[in-house]
């Protein structure tokens, strides 16, 4: 198993513009989470899904984030429109059941820059 | 709400020196805590669990209810062990990780 997929694996983009950032969760795992990696804020969660179905989207920034997953195998994080504070690494995970037992396998990341 | 508290951004330590990587939080109800580990050009993973009671690459990590602290420690450093560390609490009622700033370790010769 390759593990979670991410692409594209680093983005750049100008102001303004639309960026969707792509996730193939491990196959059989049933809960996808969407993280995003800050210097000044470390790891925090942005939305997470259970058998496909958005749970909590609390960490969504704003209006400009939206993020689905139409099957158990593909999941979408879009940003409209971009600004460059959204400057950062946006990592994946999936995980088979949610619990302190069921640990979250992570996915290599995006890093995009907004200029 | 919880909260993950990880007060040094760098830790540079010598190789054969003891680590300790700070980590406090505040949770209303029963802690469940992690350490993850993310080497230079890999992927974010799993490390340690408080749960487990689990020695893993020499770490270790000791919840102290009291302190609120689930520092990581190794007695000595290796070069291999440089890498940025996340401490992350689990909360039971809302079913996700909230993650620490996360520290980045520099072992040096």
């Known amino acids: 198993d390759a593990g979670v997929i991410q692409s594209p694996r680093h983005e750049v983009t100008e102001m303004g513009q639309e960026v969707t950032l792509r996730c193939k969760p491990i196959s059989g795992h049933d809960y996808l989470f969407w993280y995003r990696q800050t210097m000044m804020r470390g790891l925090e969660l942005l939305i997470y899904?259970?058998?496909?179905?958005?749970i909590d989207d609390s960490g969504m920034p704003e209006d400009r984030f939206s993020a689905k997953m139409p099957n158990a195998s593909f999941s979408t994080l879009k940003i409209q429109p971009s600004e460059p504070r959204d400057s950062a690494v946006y990592f994946c995970?999936?995980?088979w059941g949610s619990g302190p037992y069921n640990e979250q396998f992570f996915g290599p990341g995006t890093r995009l820059t907004v200029l | 709400a919880q909260r993950v508290t990880q007060p040094e951004k760098l830790l540079s330590v010598f190789k054969g020196a003891p680590v300790e990587l700070k980590c406090n939080y505040s949770y209303s109800g029963s802690p469940e805590l992690f350490w993850y580990v993310q080497y230079s050009r890999q992927r974010l993973q799993l490390l340690l669990r408080?749960?487990s009671r689990e020695s893993i690459k020499g770490f270790t990590a000791d919840l102290n209810k009291g302190e609120t602290s689930f520092h990581l420690k190794k007695p000595f450093a290796q070069e291999e062990d440089s890498a940025m560390y996340y401490c992350a609490l689990w909360s039971g009622t809302a079913s996700k990780l909230t993650f620490g700033t996360g520290t980045r370790l520099q072992v040096t010769l």
């Open positions: 899904f259970n058998n496909n179905v958005p």
């Open positions: 408080h749960i």
């Open positions: 995970a999936s995980s």
